[in-house]
C-alpha cells in the first residue's frame, strides 16, 4: 500500500520539523517528506489541508484491563479507543489478574494485541510476584518477553529493602523502574487530597508528602544503586521541585503527569462527583499549576492518559467507596491541545510531550517520521471543536470529568506501519 499524505502541516518534534510538507508512505515506512521519491504511485491520496500530520502518539500508561477485568474494558474496545485517540504505541501497566509476573502472561498480552494490530503494545512488568511486595519476578526473562519496564503500578511496595533490592537488581542490567511515588502507610484508606475540600466533604486525605517521602526515598536509593527510575504521575508542587533538584544533580530520573492532573484540582470534586476520584488524587490548584508550569519548562518529561476504564456501577457508589479512575486515551490530545493553548506552548512543543519524549522514556524507536522508519501517523484537525459524551468514546469506560466539556483537537485519521486503522470519515474501518 502507497499513500500520499498531501497539503498537511508536518510536525516532527524528534527532527525539528514543522512545516507545511507531503508524506509518502510505501510497504508500511516513511518513503519521504517533501518530495516524492521516484515511480511514487499511490495506492490513496489523504488531503491534510488545514490539518496537521504528526507521528502517531504515544501514552505511557494505559490500562487495557486484560487479563482479569473484562467486565471493565476489553483489549479490543480499549485498542479501538487507542486508535481513535490517534494513540500508536502505549504502555500497560502490570496491575492485571494475574499480574504482568511471568513470561507467558507478557506473551501472551503481545500475541493478542498483535492480532488486533490497532496499536503497539509495551507490557510494564510486575517488580514482584503478584505485586505482593516480597518476591522480586524473574526480570531478564520478562524482558525477553516484551516488558519494558518493571513497576509496582499502584500497589504500595512497603518494604523499602525490597525496592532497594529490585533496583540493585534492574541495575545490573540496566533496566528501567517504573515508580508511583506515594508512601503506602501515609496514603493508607485516603481518597482525596488532605485539603480544605476533602474536610468540608468529611473525606480521608492523602497528604501532600505521601508523595515527597516517596521521592526522597527513591532518589536515596537511586543515588546508591545508579538505577534509571521513571516516576509516574507526579501530582504536587514539591515533588516537581524535588524532581527538578534530582535532574540538575545528574541522576538519571524522568517522571510525567496524568492529563487530568494538568487541568483539574480539588475545587473540581465538587459535591462528591466520583469521576474525579483519581490515583494520585486530584490536589491544590496551586499543585496543578505546578505541573502545568513543570511541563512546560521541561521539568516533567511527558504527559499520559492514566487511562483506567471502569464499569459504570463502580463510579455509581458513593465517593470514598467509588472506584478510582478515568478513561483517557481518546482524551490525550485534545487535553494536550488545551494545555498548550491555556499555557501559550507551541504545538510542536506540545506534542513532543505525546511523542518524542515517551518514546525515549519506553526506549523504542517511535515518536518520529524520519525517512525508513516505520509509518506510525496521526492526523488531526487541531481547529476542531467538540463535546465530550460518552457516546462519542470509543473505550468501554465512559468515566471520564470531562463529559460535556468542549475541546480543541479532532483525529481524521491514525496509521499503523502505514495502515489506517481509523478513519473518522469511516469510523467501521
Known amino acids: 500500500m502507497k499513500i500520499h499524505i498531501k497539503n498537511g502541516r508536518l510536525i516532527d518534534p524528534r527532527n525539528n520539523i514543522d512545516t507545511q510538507a507531503d508524506l509518502f508512505i510505501t510497504a508500511g515506512k516513511v518513503a519521504a ?31 487495557l484491563r486484560e487479563p482479569g477485568f473484562e467486565y471493565k474494558a476489553t483489549l479490543e474496545s480499549e485498542m479501538l479507543a487507542a486508535a481513535a485517540g490517534g494513540v500508536t504505541s502505549l504502555a500497560c501497566p502490570p496491575d492485571t489478574e494475574p499480574a504482568l509476573d511471568e513470561p507467558g502472561l507478557v506473551e501472551m498480552l503481545k500475541h493478542r494485541a498483535k ?27 520478562l524482558r525477553d518477553a516484551g516488558c519494558v519496564g518493571f513497576s509496582h503500578a499502584d500497589v504500595p511496595l512497603r518494604d523499602n529493602q525490597v525496592l532497594w533490592r529490585a533496583l540493585q537488581y534492574a541495575a545490573t542490567f540496566g533496566f528501567r523502574v517504573w515508580l508511583r511515588p506515594q508512601d503506602g502507610y501515609l496514603a493508607k484508606d485516603g481518597v482525596a487530597h488532605d485539603g480544605e475540600v476533602a474536610t468540608r466533604l468529611g473525606l480521608a486525605g492523602i497528604p501532600a508528602f505521601a508523595e515527597t517521602v516517596a521521592i526522597a526515598t527513591i532518589v536515596e536509593l537511586m543515588r546508591a544503586t545508579g538505577t534509571r527510575v521513571h516516576l509516574c504521575r ?60 513543570g511541563l512546560k519548562d521541561g521539568t516533567i518529561d511527558a504527559l ?26 481518546e482524551l490525550l490530545l485534545p ?13 510542536a512543543q506540545a506534542l513532543a510531550r505525546i511523542t518524542r519524549e515517551p518514546a525515549r522514556i519506553l526506549g523504542v524507536d517511535a515518536g518520529h517520521l524520519s525517512e525508513g522508519h516505520t509509518a506510525d501517523v496521526c492526523v488531526f484537525d487541531a481547529e476542531h471543536y467538540g463535546k465530550v459524551s460518552a457516546a462519542m468514546l470509543k473505550s468501554q469506560g465512559k468515566n471520564t470529568p470531562f463529559l460535556g466539556i468542549e475541546l480543541p483537537g479532532k483525529v481524521r485519521y491514525t496509521l499503523l506501519q502505514g495502515q489506517i486503522v481509523y478513519d473518522a470519515g469511516n469510523v467501521q474501518i
Open 33 to 63: 517528506v517533501g518530495k516524492a521519491p521516484g515511480s511514487f504511485n499511490a495506492n490513496r491520496v489523504l488531503d491534510a489541508a488545514g490539518l496537521v500530520v504528526c507521528p502517531g502518539l504515544i501514552d505511557l500508561s494505559a490500562r
Open 115 to 141: 492480532t488486533l494490530n490497532l496499536a503497539h503494545v509495551y507490557p510494564i512488568g510486575a517488580l514482584t510476584v503478584g505485586l505482593a511486595g516480597e518476591q522480586l519476578t524473574e526480570m531478564a526473562e
Open 234 to 293: 507526579l501530582s504536587t508542587r514539591e515533588g516537581v521541585d524535588m524532581v527538578r533538584a534530582a535532574k540538575r544533580d545528574g541522576l538519571p530520573i524522568s517522571c510525567d503527569v496524568g492529563i487530568h492532573h494538568a487541568h483539574l484540582s480539588e475545587m473540581d470534586l465538587g459535591y462528591f462527583d466520583s469521576h474525579c476520584h483519581l490515583q494520585p488524587p486530584l490536589r491544590s490548584a496551586r499543585d496543578r499549576d505546578a505541573l502545568r508550569q
Open 304 to 329: 499520559c492518559s492514566d487511562h483506567t476504564p471502569v464499569d459504570e456501577d463502580s463510579k455509581l457508589l458513593p465517593f470514598a467507596e467509588s472506584e478510582a479512575g478515568a478513561t483517557g486515551l
Open 335 to 347: 487535553l494536550t491541545l488545551k494545555w498548550a493553548l491555556e499555557m501559550k506552548v507551541s504545538l
